[in-house]
């Protein structure tokens, strides 16, 4: 009877291993052990794009299976072409090669897991590979000869460890690109007669210099972009041109130029915010995908807009190449496309261009306002220069984080950069956010002095430049919190008109209206804010939770706080909006439940306490029910 409940299929298989995996780890565990994690999270990805399965990852090896070997081969051929790009940029000795066998047999599959011949004879060719290349058996090359535009090498018959007949073996033939390493030397890449096939098939990348081009191997599939579908999309494309810039990839191979590639995507997100004709997507977003080999198809379709934005960044000493390519997804067109080698005192100049190009591309003609707006921030161009540019970013690179640590090492910055530029109000800014911080998270031991300093050095910085979003953002969060509506408001607007695109200035003005009890008109900020940016992490899905609930709408706010809960699943306030929404709902065991959850995170929870979080909240009278339905869900 158990062998007749064996389940037995055919199906294509993909083995891979590490070449010198041992040798990797013997110098060095932790940060090979970083690399192979980082490389299966991207093999990974690629898997699932070509409809196959990951059935395991022990040890240095990936386990796959696919419906068509098709799939299989083409993924191959992608993985090991981005293994290529990534290795070119690190040290010979560091480089992690992988070795890919495919197979198409009869496995048994039990559960998640395969086993058998199939199996076996995958993992048998993955040794008779190259480092960074391809053997395939047989069986699967004659699904694919006529198929798949690539050459391939007859290797022979192999024994292979445990089955009976020899297997004939052949290798995938991946041309290599041409890459030169110093970035300020100009190479020819050597001419290499490709067949048409090849060229049909694989768009590889000619490298002029420096892994200058490598953001676009990162999608070598096809010689054009895969085309994105409007019914497929996630959310309804805007009237009006829309766009995500994309995290411009570090090429320096120095991991700490992380900031410096960021904060140039930063720079052109926000210049490009401040346009009325523009929807642009919000920093957060698009970072989601940092790191990760996504296609511009899945981009446009996840954030329901038209064009994408990608490039690198690559530092030098005191030189930068930074590439920029601007694409239709809905056409799959490059409509530009872009390279500067400039000296690195430039580098405002070339966001500039950068972001211009864009406009110029999308046929978006600016404003007398617009255009004086568009530029790098003075307090960064002008007499404060790179240094100062960096700081900011630094800091920035810890603001996102939040934690307590986090914003003693902003305060800390915040101190270096008043003492050595106090004509920037980039020092008092960010002051003025450790001190907001303090309260908003209860660390500090004087509320009164922490909010009073806040406040001014916040007012210290709007005095010296009365155009930055982020300060109008902050003295609405701080007017908020001492109540004074009317103020909050006015400054969450000003944020708001300064960058008509900014997220975070949209989040500062739906919490301002949400105090001053305009619940209406709080909800359409928030989904605006949202709108912009799709992936935003927990907070203001939450706010807008707590619009709905106060507005009645009970079902709509425990949806919202839901999908809260998917990116920040320990953020307190989310359960104890939940806790009463599910109470208002009748849903007593679910509200109970999220009230054990908030005692979970903080045990020490209390209802008065809390309470006293929203003393400054205009109309109490709409908090009623809320505290009611918190009571009877278990909390005190």
């Known amino acids: 009877m158990a062998s007749d409940q064996v389940k037995r299929k055919l199906t294509t298989i993909l083995s891979a291993d590490v070449k010198g995996y041992s040798r990797l780890m013997g110098e060095d565990e932790e940060l090979t052990l970083r690399t192979l994690n980082s490389h299966k999270e991207m093999m990974g990805s690629l898997i699932q794009q070509h409809q196959g399965r990951v059935v395991g990852t022990a040890g240095d090896s990936v386990l796959a299976e696919f419906a068509s070997v098709v799939d299989a081969v083409q993924c191959a051929v992608e993985i090991q072409q981005m293994l290529r790009a ?25 559960g998640d897991s395969i086993y058998g011949d199939g199996v076996n004879i995958a993992a048998r060719l993955e040794g008779l590979a190259e480092p960074g290349g391809i053997c395939i058996s047989e069986s699967a090359f004659q699904q694919i000869e006529n198929k798949i535009p690539l050459q391939y090498d007859y290797l022979g018959e192999h024994e292979v460890k445990n089955i009976a007949k020899p297997v004939r073996v052949y290798r995938a033939r991946i041309e290599p690109e041409v890459i030169s390493s110093p970035i300020l030397e100009e190479k020819k890449p050597e001419r290499k007669k490709l067949s048409r096939t090849v060229l049909a098939g694989i768009a590889l990348v000619v490298f002029a210099a420096a892994a200058g081009l490598y953001l676009f191997v990162l999608r070598p599939s096809a010689p054009k972009t895969e085309v994105a ?68 198809k899945q981009v446009s379709e996840e954030l329901g807009v038209r064009y994408v934005l990608e490039g690198s960044v690559q530092r030098s000493g005191g030189r930068v190449r930074i590439t920029a390519q601007l694409i239709d997804a809905l056409s799959g067109h490059h409509i530009w496309s872009e390279r500067y080698d400039r000296e690195l005192k430039d580098l405002f100049t070339i966001q500039d261009e950068v972001t211009l190009r864009i406009l110029s591309a999308l046929q978006v003609k600016l404003t007398e306002g617009e255009q004086a707006s568009l530029t790098v921030e003075k307090f960064l161009k002008e007499k404060q220069g790179l240094d100062l540019y ?15 640590d986090d914003t003693e090492k902003i305060r800390q910055i915040a101190e270096e950069i008043v003492a050595k530029w106090p004509e920037s109000p980039w020092g008092y800014i960010f002051m003025g956010w450790t001190y ?59 944020a708001v008109a300064i960058v008509p695109n900014g997220a975070t200035a949209l989040h500062a003005l739906g919490q301002s209206l949400l105090w001053a009890g305009q619940l209406n008109e709080a909800i359409l900020i928030f989904q605006k804010s949202i709108r912009l940016n799709p992936h935003v992490m927990g907070p203001t899905r939450t706010l807008l939770g707590f619009a709905y609930l106060l507005n009645g709408q009970f079902e709509e706010a425990v949806t919202a706080l839901k999908q ?11 359960h104890i909006n939940l806790a009463s929404a599910y109470m208002a709902l009748g849903k007593e065991k679910e509200a109970r439940a999220e009230a054990a959850e908030v005692l979970r995170l903080n045990a020490k929870f209390s209802l008065d306490t809390f309470a006293k979080t929203n003393a400054n909240f205009k109309n109490q009278s709409l908090l009623n029910g809320y505290f009611v339905n918190l009571r009877k869900a278990g909390l005190k």
């Open 86 to 110: 990534k290795n070119a940029v690190l040290p010979e000795t560091r480089r992690m090669e992988f070795r890919i066998g495919i197979n198409l047999g009869d496995v048994i599959e039990e």
């Open 229 to 296: 579908l409007i019914e497929k999309m996630a959310y309804s494309l805007p009237d009006k041109p829309s766009i995500a810039v994309l995290p411009f990839t570090n090429l320096s191979g120095d991991p700490k130029q992380e900031f410096f590639s960021d904060g140039i995507t930063e720079d052109i997100i926000t210049a490009l915010s401040k346009i009325q004709k523009l929807f642009v997507i919000a920093r957060n977003s698009t970072f989601a995908y940092k790191g990760k080999p996504v296609k511009i």
């Open 390 to 404: 960096f700081k900011v970013y630094e800091a920035y690179q810890y603001l996102r984080m939040g934690s307590i």
């Open 436 to 494: 907001y911080s303090d309260l908003w998270a209860g660390s500090t031991k004087n509320p009164r002095e922490s909010l009073e300093k806040g406040l001014g050095f916040s007012k210290k910085a709007l005095a010296m430049d009365d155009s930055s979003p982020t300060v109008h953002a902050l003295l609405s969060h701080f007017y908020v919190y001492i109540g004074n509506h009317d103020k909050a408001i006015a400054e969450g607007e000003r």
């Open 564 to 574: 809260a809960l998917v990116s920040s699943p320990n953020f307190i306030y989310t």
